[in-house]
């Protein structure tokens, strides 16, 4: 993979081409994240000699693209972004590849001073605390975390109705570098059952809309965090599994399974990598950390104490609406029991879209069958009855509340169980 998107311009690798299109910058984001792959799979090389041989020869093969000259004199003209232009080397010297005279260019450029550069969102503060812990020659960590975490998508509860994919994004990514990939077990700035509640609240969004390579990202919440998985998660981690058997890899959210059907194999290879590379290495950092001791997702999703129909009332509501994810047909395979514990899901799901169509009766409808079955607790219940609340101040029916978001459905036609 790494050959294919960013070859062609190492002395090494003369014989191969880059992908057409794929610029300087995507090109550097792909080898950063090639290194944090490596870095996530460093704790599990154990398991399988072969997962330390294919580390250290990927490692090996991302030295000259990590310490390119395009690097380099990124890391020099542009001080204040010196951390984000050295990730993969900064984590290839964590794994005992070292370059001396690449950390005395580093150390320079930051030099200028640890808050030298621009304004950061809370979670990629997280992400250069993160870096300093991995390599502090020169910038000795201040040990904000606890005061970023606070200001973070892990110390703030999430708009479980609104929240966005970008909004996801953060949340996320705050709990990989914060954890250090899982590396370390960190005070969470709120309860873990409010944390995971938003995590699952965060999957009703991203199962919703095929977004495969979301879903994986959220789903690193559980092992990266240490937290036991619910059965949303352990049902999502399933249906990502069962879509990679089918496929091959993990497809990307812009892929189009009609259209690569209609390539022939080499077109095939290509096409995959150029829409599905990120989320084929979201679920390889998800299979990384659930191969960590103790962190791994039940075999099954758990069934519910006793079955009470509530996910086939909220299934006909959803029904009703004519429209169809990539959860549906894997959520139909549950046993009653099993759809019983995920509901809260399908829960979510419904008041989201109803959030996103205005429908003020749709969300009343179903918190009173969230009332009658006993699923009231949790972010998008307690939200969307906090929604009818301003809306009986304003006195306007669900017929006058504006359309305000794009549609939750997904545009790619993946199937859950595609034809080889």
């Known amino acids: 993979m790494v050959r294919t998107i960013v070859g062609g311009d190492s002395a090494n690798e003369d014989s191969v081409s880059p992908i057409k299109g ?30 330390q041989e294919r580390v250290a020869a990927l490692a090996t093969l991302l030295i000259p693209y990590a310490r390119h000259e395009d690097i380099l004199c990124a890391i020099c003209l542009d001080p204040g972004l010196a951390r984000d232009h050295s990730i993969a080397h900064i ?59 606070a200001q973070s998508l892990l110390g703030r509860p999430m708009d479980a109705l609104g929240s966005t994919r970008l909004d996801i994004y953060a949340f996320t990514h705050a709990v990989m570098y914060a954890s250090d990939l899982g590396g370390r077990k960190i005070p969470l700035p709120r309860s873990s059952s409010a ?17 495969f390579d979301l879903t994986a990202e959220v789903l690193l919440t559980w092992p990266m965090l240490g937290l036991a998985w619910s059965p949303a998660a352990a049902f999502a981690f399933r249906l990502l599994a069962g879509v990679e058997d089918n496929v091959g890899f993990l497809p990307g959210p812009t892929f189009d399974f009609t259209r690569y059907r209609t ?24 299979c990384a950390s659930a191969l960590r001791q103790g962190c791994g997702p039940p075999a099954a999703v758990p ?39 995920v ?6 799901t419904l ?31 307690m939200q969307a009855a906090a929604l009818l609340h301003r809306s009986q101040a304003l006195k ?3 017929a006058l509340l504006p359309r305000t978001c794009a549609d939750t459905t997904g545009k790619n036609n993946i199937p859950s169980s595609p034809t080889r």
């Open 91 to 149: 984590l290839l010297s964590h794994l005992g590849y070292p370059d001396r005279d690449v950390d005395k260019l580093l150390a320079q450029s930051l030099a200028m001073g640890a808050d030298f550069g621009p304004e950061r969102l809370p979670h990629r503060r997280l992400e250069q605390e993160w870096l300093t812990r991995l390599w502090s020659v020169g910038a000795p960590s201040k040990r904000r975390d606890s005061r970023l975490l």
């Open 195 to 211: 944390i995971a509640a938003d995590a699952d609240a965060a999957l009703a969004y991203s199962l919703d809309s095929n977004n």
């Open 396 to 398: 306007v029916e669900s």
């Open 343 to 348: 509901a809260r899901l399908v829960l979510t």
């Open 22 to 51: 794929i610029g300087g910058l995507l090109r550097e984001k792909v080898v950063a994240e090639t290194a944090m792959l490596l870095l996530c799979a460093e704790p599990i090389q154990s398991l399988d000699d072969r997962i």
């Open 263 to 286: 390539l022939t194999s080499d077109e095939q290879s290509r096409y995959g990598l150029v829409t599905s590379y990120h989320s084929a290495y979201a679920m390889g950092f998800l």
């Open 351 to 381: 008041l989201r879209r109803a959030r996103t169509a205005g429908d003020l009766g749709l969300i009343r409808t179903a918190l009173e069958l969230a009332l009658a079955h006993d699923l009231i607790d949790g972010p998008a219940p």
């Open 303 to 341: 069934p519910a104490r006793r079955s009470r129909g509530v996910s086939t009332a909220l299934l006909r509501l959803l029904d009703v609406q004519g429209l169809t994810s990539c959860w549906r047909e894997q959520f139909g395979a549950l046993a009653p029991r099993q759809q019983d514990a």
